[in-house]
């Protein structure tokens, strides 16, 4: 669990940034950035070094490690103190709220903007860190895989796929992005897996839903990691959300992870609304996303 630092913001001073950024720079080039390393990339004399590294560890924004030489490395909740920080500077946001949600790899927070915004803070490489290996990043020793980069790498691509999409497809306006974060308008609604459809209703939500994914299809993008708890359901709609392991239609498996989506969503349906739901022949329902021709489940194949 990562500690929420947005009550540590008004503490931290500017050269407190310096140190934390100049951690962040070594970080491209060692897993533990040498001490002796520090004054350079931090742009701060040797003392100030000390007293900064002090400061930043009690607040737990940097951890320590000895190896041959002390070696630092920024934490999760110093990396998030860097992008609030920019968001700040940039105007993007003037205050974080609570928690909107905490999901399998992220952790989402209110903010406060010109209106109440989502900021997604990716967590990729945190957990497993193990299965990103094929993500990994060369640096000079050439076997250092970053946790930073896999999370940072999410979270440009959220922002890109969104970006791309809205508005055609419902997906969340993208706002911002900065480091392993992105900020986005707040949907309405709640998941899908925890919304008590009408029975009247629910063919009528699955099309909706479809039909965000056909559209997607015809922009270019299958989802990929589709499920009742990537979807939002309200009075105005749906919205379809978690982009970031989307892949292009070009994608050799884009297909078979497009048949997967429809597959998780329709089981969903048939599981939680028996009565109301067809028996839906997946695979005509992936040719007809395909040739854009998806208008409902109830068409005829
Ligand atoms: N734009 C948003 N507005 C409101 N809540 C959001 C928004 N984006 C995410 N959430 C909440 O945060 C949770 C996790 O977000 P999600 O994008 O699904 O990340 P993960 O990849 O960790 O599953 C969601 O289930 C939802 O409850
Ligand atoms: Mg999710």
């Known amino acids: 669990m990562v500690r929420n630092v947005a009550g540590l913001m008004t ?61 630092y490395q920024l934490t999760f909740e110093g990396y998030d103190a860097l992008a609030l920080r920019t968001f700040a500077q940039r105007d993007t946001i003037q205050g974080v709220g609570a928690p909107l949600g905490v999901g399998k790899e992220s952790d989402v927070l209110e903010v406060q903007s010109y209106r109440p915004l989502a900021l997604k803070f990716h967590r990729e490489g945190y957990t497993n860190f193990r299965e990103v290996k094929r993500e990994r990043e060369y640096t000079a020793d050439h076997h250092h895989v970053s946790w930073l980069y ?45 919304s008590k459809l009408d029975s009247s209703q629910a063919v009528g939500v699955l099309d909706l839903v479809l039909r965000e994914l056909s559209t997607a299809y015809e922009a270019g993008y299958v989802h990929a990691d589709m499920s009742e708890y990537n979807v939002a359901v309200s009075e105005q709609g749906v919205t379809v959300f978690d982009w970031p392991q989307a892949v292009s239609i070009d994608h050799d498996n884009a297909r078979d ?45």
């Open 150 to 194: 896999t999370a940072r790498k999410a979270a440009e691509r959220e922002h890109e796929v969104l970006t791309e999409l809205y508005p055609d497809v419902s997906v969340p306006r993208p706002v911002d992005h900065n480091r392993h974060a992105i900020v986005m308008e707040k949907f309405a609604g709640v998941e899908l897996g925890r």
């Open 257 to 301: 992870l497009l048949e997967r989506d429809v597959r998780n969503v329709v089981s969903f349906f048939r599981r939680k609304y028996p009565r109301p739901t067809p028996d839906v022949d997946v695979g005509s329902v992936v040719d007809r996303i395909v040739a854009g021709e998806f208008e409902s489940v109830r068409q005829n194949a």
């Open 11 to 71: 503490e931290l001073e500017p050269e407190d940034f310096y140190l934390l950024s100049g951690v962040e720079q070594g970080m491209r080039f060692s897993e533990w950035v040498n001490r002796g390393k520090l004054p350079d990339l931090a742009n701060l004399t040797a003392e100030n070094v000390d007293y900064r590294l002090d400061r930043c560890m009690s607040r737990d924004l940097i951890q320590r490690k000895t190896i041959q030489y002390e070696g």
